[in-house]
């Protein structure tokens, strides 16, 4: 049985995401956008539409942090601003038909790198690869989480 080391596997998910990012953009030439935008097009779906500040909290962000995030991205043209109907002074914003076309081609772009790449490893690593994909995704809520409700908690804690 191995044990867990955190600081090894901080350190390869670091360079792992950003060699995918790399590549992936360097296949679809697509252009470069800040992670907190990246973050922002991933909460905005083709469909949902949503307010600045439920944005905000959704992220962990600050309002006037997003707000200048969606000033800028509008500008770039990665999302929709539209004024309420029931209230002009509130909008709501959505990710621009320009801002989901990059993100399924950067989608696909990876997903296809990452399948040409695994194909070069051995069975074994494929299958360990494919086991710890829902371990990873447990451990991504477990950080978006804390980072909500920071206050330290273990296993042992919950009933």
Do not use: F, N, Y
């Given at each position: 049985m191995s044990t867990l080391d955190p600081a090894h596997l901080?350190?390869?998910?670091?360079?792992?995401?950003?060699?995918?990012?790399?590549a992936a953009r360097a296949a679809e030439d697509l252009p470069e956008i800040p992670d907190a935008q990246i973050e922002i097009i991933r909460a905005l779906p083709a469909g949902v539409v949503t307010t600045p500040g439920e944005l905000a909290t959704r992220l962990g962000m600050s309002r006037p942090t997003v707000s200048n995030l969606l000033r800028t991205m509008e500008?770039?043209?990665?999302?929709?601003?539209?004024?309420?109907?029931?209230d002009r002074r509130h909008v709501t914003v959505a990710a621009s038909a320009k801002a989901l076309d990059l993100f399924d081609r950067f989608d696909r772009a990876s997903a296809q790198l990452i399948a040409a790449a695994a194909a070069t490893l051995p069975a074994a690593d494929r299958d360990a690869l494919a086991?710890?994909?829902p371990a990873l995704e447990r451990l991504r809520a477990a950080l978006a989480a804390h980072r909500l409700d920071p206050s330290p908690s273990t296993p042992e804690d919950t009933p």
């Open positions: 901080a350190a390869v998910i670091s360079p792992l995401r950003r060699t995918l990012l790399a500008a770039a043209g990665l999302i929709t601003r539209t004024q309420r109907a029931d086991a710890a994909v």
